[in-house]
């Protein structure tokens, strides 16, 4: 009798576990898209230029999926060039998170990958390209996974990719910037001249800025053609008057931030970066570079509201207009215009408080509040002193009412994301770098090519700081984790793969380190990633597959950018062809009148930091008997008031001292001076007004003290 109800049980308990892998199995899918890249024309502003599509659309397709599906992307590759998708947020296998050299091969030209993953997390996420620029040229899109037991009455969802868009070529557009051209700025109108700062009455923080040698403020790096919604400059979401929505943004852009606003009143956060968050409702809201949030929005009862997201350095925005669109529409209200005058004047005041201060130190975004129970959180974390100008203020060029910073501050988690208590403790600083002139950017001063790796173990907890020393923000993203934001929420900070870490702030994140191999840690600024703010955030004892460590040198390019400034005028020539990469330039300057008089140098320059580089090479001009070539070797520094200097001495002892400084009159109109002083020809001096006329070309009045004066043309190759 025992034995038969045993048999009983046995067959029960067997019928039971075969229903429940059915219902696994038919809950837990595969869901396939094929996806593929090719190059197209595309029409955004008027003009018809080629940009990377998916599918045929830009941005590519978004993908739905269910949490617990099984993902299938077979991706092809149409293009003569490589190709990668990486997936923004989601936790996925190491083999296929997509950064070329780093966790995955990219895809061949002519070829189709597959990456296959299980989808373990819900919410709003996106893809795009890790290989090269191609993100700008549009190789990008958005995802949305659906929680498993999603209530039937949920809002219906809406999804939005906001970004940024020119018509050039993202090479052309990185090109500009490592030339330090004026043209952004320009373009933007927002150049810092002297009559502005009279107009506006801060020409004094000019004149301590340039004893300092503290750069013009800026809020941005480019200047853009075009922002988009959806590919498009206005976006429509019809809807049943009364009806709320869930918004699903991303902020899919190359560079830029923006601020979300709508017009039907308050936004509802509901989540932040794919993760819930305990309901907030915010005016504004300041969205980083690759975040995502999403909104709970009410459609009006009659007519239409805007959704708007503007530029952070509000030069544009992009709408989406949402509701009947046969009604009245009714505009957000525009964000205030950032003060990049009074900008100025504040970062100002905090570089030269951090150049004073040995030690450096700057405000940390620390937890406020220590909780006895807590002994989860690392002892003797202390939070560090805050300089008296830069409290309160994240440099947004405005109030925080007006123009607030990132809102994580406000962001409840509504579990605990204290890490456990029961592990060791590493602690990581890194020091957000740069040189705005030269365009490259860093970890404590060192690129990618020159500083890969950052160790840790799995096991452990991972304390980063990130003390940011520029003038610029920085959206910092780890891949293949999430990490706890330490804010003023102290145990219930929220989960985040994406931070915004403000100007001369620090923000501190921490991570259980429960992963392996290599994760790739960056600024999600398309350029500042570029050019070498970047890091292997490397578990110690593992390692990725044999063929991706075949090829990771390849990670480690350290490119040259080549450009040339002429002038044509009617007494003379006189121009610079330069080509750099980090470290290195090798440079040849001209002056050339038309009756052959001419002074020519050759030379190399290794660059230290933006105050000093050492100089070698050679000089040839008619001042010389036989107009012999002379072997010279010296260095170049920034005096105060940006006097650049190059000093050097030649192979027969006598030295010599350029000097010069261009003056920002108007937004198109700057005057260049020039002295120079050799112990053989003695002195030479020059004085011109160069005025904009296009991107390449200016016109230039000039006086030299050898050649005379004269007028014609500066072009910019």
């Keep these: 009798m025992i034995i038969k109800i045993k048999n009983q049980l046995l067959i029960f308990l067997s019928l039971m576990l075969l229903i429940l892998s059915v219902q696994s199995q038919s809950v837990a899918k595969e869901v396939v898209y094929k996806l593929k890249i090719e190059k197209n024309p595309i029409n955004i502003t008027g003009k018809e230029v080629s940009a990377i599509t998916i599918n045929g659309q830009m941005p590519g397709p978004t993908l739905f999926f269910t949490e617990g599906d099984t993902a299938v992307m077979e991706v092809t590759n149409t293009m003569p060039i490589p190709a990668i998708v990486h997936w923004h947020g989601l936790l996925v296998p190491n083999a296929v998170d997509g950064v070329p050299y780093v966790t995955t091969l990219p895809i061949p030209a002519g070829e189709t990958a597959i990456y296959k993953f299980p989808l373990i997390q819900s919410g709003t996420y996106w893809y795009h390209s890790h290989f090269g620029l191609q993100e700008q040229y549009g190789l990008k899109g958005t995802i949305v996974i659906k929680?498993?037991?999603?209530?039937?009455?949920?809002?219906?969802?809406?999804?939005l990719s906001i970004g940024d868009w020119n018509d050039d070529d993202p090479s052309t557009t990185l090109r500009t910037l490592k030339r330090n051209s004026s043209y952004f700025p320009l373009k933007k109108n927002q150049m810092q001249t002297i009559v502005g700062a009279l107009e506006t009455g801060t020409f004094g923080n000019v004149v301590k800025r340039n004893f300092y040698n503290v750069l013009d403020s800026d809020l941005s790096d480019v200047g853009y053609d075009a922002f988009i919604t959806n590919g498009k400059k206005n976006w429509k979401v019809a809807g049943k008057p009364?009806?709320?929505?869930?918004?699903?943004?991303v902020n899919t852009s190359s560079s830029s931030y923006f601020y979300l606003n709508y017009a039907g009143g308050p936004l509802t956060v509901i989540a932040a970066d794919g993760l819930d968050i305990t309901p907030v409702k915010l005016d504004k809201v300041l969205m980083s570079i690759a975040e995502s949030y999403d909104f709970l929005v009410t459609l009006p009862k009659t007519g239409q509201y805007e959704f708007r997201a503007t530029s952070f350095d509000g030069t544009g925005f992009t709408s989406t207009w949402i509701g009947d669109y046969k009604g009245v529409a009714?505009?957000?209200?525009?964000?205030?215009q950032p003060d990049i005058y009074q900008l100025s004047v504040d970062m100002t005041n905090a570089m030269i408080a951090m150049k004073q201060k040995s030690n450096a130190k700057v405000v940390e975004k620390v937890q406020p509040k220590?909780?006895?129970k807590d002994k989860t959180s690392m002892p003797a974390m202390k939070k560090m002193d805050s300089m008296s100008s830069m409290k309160a203020n994240e440099f947004t060029g405005g109030s925080l009412e007006q123009r607030p910073g990132a809102p994580y501050g406000k962001l409840h988690s509504p579990q605990s994301t204290l890490l456990k208590a029961n592990r060791p403790w590493r602690n990581i600083t890194l020091n957000l770098t740069g040189d705005m002139e030269r365009y490259i950017w860093t970890f404590n001063g060192k690129t990618l090519a020159e500083d890969a790796y950052i160790p840790i173990k799995k096991g452990e907890n991972v304390r980063i700081k990130l003390v940011?020393?520029?003038?610029?923000?920085?959206?910092?993203?780890l891949h293949g984790h999430f990490f706890r934001v330490v804010t003023d929420q102290g145990e219930y900070s929220t989960l985040k793969h994406t931070v915004d870490v403000a100007p001369m702030h620090t923000t501190v994140i921490e991570f259980a380190a429960d992963e392996e191999k290599d994760w790739f840690f960056h600024c999600h600024n398309l350029y500042h990633m570029a050019v070498g703010m970047e890091r292997i955030v490397h578990y110690e004892g593992t390692e990725v597959a044999p063929d991706v460590m075949a090829e990771r040198d390849k990670a480690f390019k350290d490119p040259w950018y080549t450009w040339?400034?002429?002038?044509?005028?009617?007494?003379?020539?006189?121009?610079?062809?330069?080509?750099?990469?980090?470290?290195?330039?090798?440079?040849?300057?001209?002056?050339?009148?038309?009756n052959k008089s001419y002074d020519v140098t050759a030379g190399y320059y290794r660059y230290f930091n933006r105050y000093f580089s050492l100089f070698g090479g050679v000089n040839a001009s008619t001042d010389f008997p036989d107009h012999e070539n002379r072997g010279v070797v010296g260095f170049y520094y920034l005096l105060p008031f940006a006097i650049g200097s190059l000093n050097w001495v030649d192979d027969r002892g006598n030295v010599r001292t350029q000097l010069s400084r261009p003056f920002q009159i108007t937004d198109r109109l700057n005057l260049i001076t020039d002295y120079q002083y050799d112990s053989y020809s003695k002195q030479e001096w020059g004085v011109g007004l160069n005025y904009?006329?296009?991107?390449r070309v200016s016109a230039t009045i000039n006086y030299n003290s050898s050649y005379g004066g004269g007028a014609g043309l500066s072009i910019r190759f």
């Design 147 to 159: 929680p498993k037991n999603e209530p039937a009455d949920a809002p219906r969802d809406v999804v």
């Design 242 to 249: 009364g009806e709320i929505i869930r918004l699903r943004v």
């Design 330 to 336: 009714t505009a957000a209200t525009a964000i205030e």
């Design 370 to 372: 220590v909780n006895n």
């Design 468 to 477: 940011n020393k520029t003038m610029m923000r920085h959206p910092m993203h």
């Design 564 to 594: 040339s400034n002429a002038g044509f005028y009617s007494q003379m020539t006189e121009g610079l062809l330069q080509s750099s990469n980090t470290r290195n330039t090798v440079a040849l300057n001209w002056q050339y009148d038309w």
């Design 692 to 695: 904009w006329l296009t991107r």
